[in-house]
Nanobody, 124 residues
């Protein structure tokens, strides 16, 4: 059974930083896509960043490029999202997700396995 658990959210002022973590369990050691997504207060879901676990190919949403970094610790089966220079528009519920890789870009996948989310609030 695949389980996904995020942590690391919180409240910060604009310009601050946070690091989100996501522990994956029950996932076989196959190539997989992993990603961070967020739901804004307006209920809009956005792709934040994705990572191909074996190829280390990353992609980012336009609004976070240059500020956020996705990375992984493969022995720990953990995904990270380093968020710098946070802005109020980054406020939202952040979700970690994973899917087995079947070719193509991880940015285009429909992900099957999701965590419960962790809240990030950025004040101006």
């Amino acid at each position: 059974q695949v389980q996904v658990m995020e942590s690391g959210g919180g409240s910060v002022q604009a310009g601050g930083s946070l690091r989100l973590s996501c522990v994956l369990s029950g996932v076989t050691d196959r190539n997989k896509c992993m990603g961070w997504f967020r739901q804004t207060p307006e209920k809009r879901r956005e792709r934040v960043a994705t990572l191909n676990a074996h190829g280390y190919v990353t992609s980012y949403g336009d609004s976070v490029k240059g500020r956020f970094t996705i990375s992984q610790d493969r022995p720990k089966n953990t995904l990270y999202l380093q968020m710098n220079n946070l802005k109020p528009e980054d406020t939202g519920m952040y979700y970690c997700a994973t899917e087995y890789y079947r070719g193509g870009s991880c940015a285009q996948y429909d992900y099957s396995y999701w965590g419960q989310g962790t809240q990030v609030t950025v004040s101006s």
